[in-house]
């Protein structure tokens, strides 16, 4: 089991080739052409343009379980600076029509790399169900899953008896972090938009100032956590951009709020939305007659939580690639992942782990996890323009992880 060196040899210049050439959310297209060809040639049955960009390929073997793989293909709008030979001086047009840099920062090459690997192996490999290989677009902004599944994904391929994949990160290649229950934290990105009554600067009574509103508005946001979330539970609630008026003397209209909130459990990612409904609502009827507020969700997925009997299921398989002591438990992501989309759709378990991509000799003499995560921190950590994994031992061991995790479920229970 395992890729050859020849099949290594390809994979390690697939992988420069598209972390040179990264795409942006739902623009990934030649990424989408390099996975659908690569099917082909190896017999799948291959669907393309799911969800606009999405590739999926489908290798049926008789009865048996159906087992979907998932890799993501989006890259972001960041300048690289890793100094890379293969480094990326890509630039497009982004959604707001800007010109951007593009960079594979987030490691996304590594996951569609590693597929194309596992896809290669299993194809090679004695088994008996149905595969299902998933190249999904349009992660980075949580919309790629759901558009894939409105698109009638299940209605084309065959739905999953469990659902499988992993994200790269800044641990040693070689470990592989696995946590049982809630592992990558839920994501809703909304947009506020407060609107006043504009004039000019020297007559504040004749507006309803919506910078006054924002402001109040964002201090108010600070307590929703601290106030009305319980100890024991998790949430993070960011404003990360504030933008209103163009001029020094005069009171705009309106105000925009850009939020973020991150949660593990459905009942908290309730009352936190609830939360700052409630408190936009208020902030704009407090400011005057005619102020109202608009709050729009620009992006949102569920919490990645991974089913606990699916993860005893899979982990001896992940342990028989890297070894045991060598699968984690890298505790709770605040980071989130739109692959549990995949998963409620069909009705199936997810397993979803971190893999290593970091160069071992970093973590040289340490064993302690702690450590590890200590070191780990220390590194250029995915989004950031430094950001790339060592290409070897993370590929070998991506695709092995994959093809192990998916024999496993090929196999009677353990």
């Known amino acids: 089991m395992g890729a050859d060196a020849s099949l290594t040899k390809r994979l390690e210049d697939v992988y420069r080739d598209l972390h040179a050439h990264p795409e942006l959310s739902f623009a990934e297209k030649r990424t989408a052409g390099v996975a659908a060809a690569w099917l082909r040639t190896l017999g799948y049955e291959v669907e393309t343009g799911v969800a606009v960009t999405g590739v999926v390929g489908v290798l049926r ?3 048996g379980p159906v087992v979907l793989l998932r890799a993501d293909m989006d890259a972001l709008p960041v300048e690289e600076s890793t100094g890379l030979s293969y480094a990326s001086d890509r630039r497009a047009r982004g959604p707001d029509g800007d010109d951007v840099p593009v960079m594979h920062a987030c490691g996304h090459d590594m996951h569609v790399t590693c597929l194309m690997g596992a896809a290669a192996v299993l194809a090679a490999t004695s088994w008996t169900g149905t595969l299902v290989v998933l190249f999904q677009p349009a992660e980075e902004v949580a919309r790629g899953a759901t558009a894939m599944v409105a698109s009638g994904l ?17 641990l040693p290649a070689g470990v592989v972090g696995l946590r049982s229950g809630p592992a990558f934290a839920a994501t809703d990105s909304l947009r506020v938009t407060l609107i006043g009554r504009g004039g000019h600067g ?10 006054v509103m924002a402001a109040a508005t964002v201090m108010r946001l600070q307590t929703v956590v601290s106030r009305e979330i319980a100890a024991p539970d998790t949430a993070v609630l960011t404003v990360g951009a504030v933008a209103a008026g163009t001029t020094a003397n005069v009171i705009p209209e309106r105000a925009e709020l850009l939020l973020n909130v991150r949660t593990y459990d459905p009942a908290v990612r309730a009352t936190v939305l609830g939360a700052i409904a409630r408190i936009v609502a208020s902030e704009a009827a407090a400011s005057g007659e005619g102020a109202h507020a608009v709050v729009e969700t620009i992006e949102s997925a569920p919490a990645v939580v991974n089913d606990p009997a699916a993860v ?37 378990p997810c397993v979803y782990w971190l893999l290593g991509g970091a160069d071992p ?27 790339a994994p060592t290409i070897q031992p993370t590929l070998t061991t991506g695709v092995d992880c994959l093809v192990a995790a998916a024999l496993a479920w090929w196999e009677p229970l353990r």
């Open 312 to 348: 005893e299921r899979t982990l001896p398989a992940l342990e028989s690639v890297v070894g045991p002591g060598h699968v984690i438990d890298p505790g709770v992501v605040t980071g989130s992942e739109d692959v549990g989309v995949l998963a409620e759709a069909a009705g199936a």
């Open 154 to 170: 299940y209605e084309r391929v065959p739905t999953p008896d469990v659902v499988l994949g992993q994200h790269v990160a800044p």
């Open 361 to 387: 000799a970093t973590f040289a003499g340490s064993s302690d996890p702690d450590d590890v995560r200590r070191r780990a921190a220390s590194l250029p950590s995915n989004h950031s323009p430094a950001y």
């Open 61 to 63: 073997r008789g009865p």
């Open 202 to 211: 020297s007559r504040p009574e004749a507006t309803i100032d919506p910078v």
